[in-house]
């Protein structure tokens, strides 16, 4: 059974730096796409940023230069850094995966079939 467990949020300032982590566990795929999708209070969960088992990365054009996903695979981890934060960073943020060759592609932000619980970050002004 695939879990996703994320840690790591928090409430800071603008400008600040947060690093979000998830342990993932309860699979042996050597294909898979995890990613970090985020929902403000109202809004529409979003792709924040995705990484493939072969390293390939893809962002949204919101977080670009500010965030940077990488995985240690050692550890079964998924890092988001986030620096430079912004008000508008303020959302809960989930880590999801799914395990099948190419779904980091084109559509990466489209929805994931597995999902953490989620951590919340708050960024004040």
């Known amino acids: 059974q695939v879990q996703l467990v994320e840690s790591g949020g928090g409430s800071v300032q603008a400008g600040g730096s947060l690093r979000l982590s998830c342990a993932a566990s309860?699979?042996?795929?050597?294909?898979?796409?995890m990613g970090w999708f985020r929902q403000a209070p109202g809004k529409e969960r979003e792709g924040v940023a995705a990484?493939?088992?072969?390293?390939?990365?893809s962002y949204a054009d919101s977080v670009k230069g500010r965030f940077t996903i990488s995985q240690d695979n050692t550890k079964n981890t998924l890092y988001l850094q986030m620096n430079s934060l912004k008000p508008e960073d303020t959302a809960m943020y989930y880590c999801?995966?799914?395990?099948?060759?190419?779904?980091?592609?084109?559509?990466?932000?489209?929805?994931?079939?597995?999902w953490g619980q989620g951590t919340q970050v708050t960024v004040s002004s």
């Open positions: 309860g699979y042996t795929y050597s294909s898979y796409c």
């Open positions: 999801a995966a799914d395990f099948f060759e190419g779904r980091c592609g084109g559509s990466w932000s489209a929805p994931f079939f597995y």
């Open positions: 990484i493939d088992s072969d390293g390939s990365t």
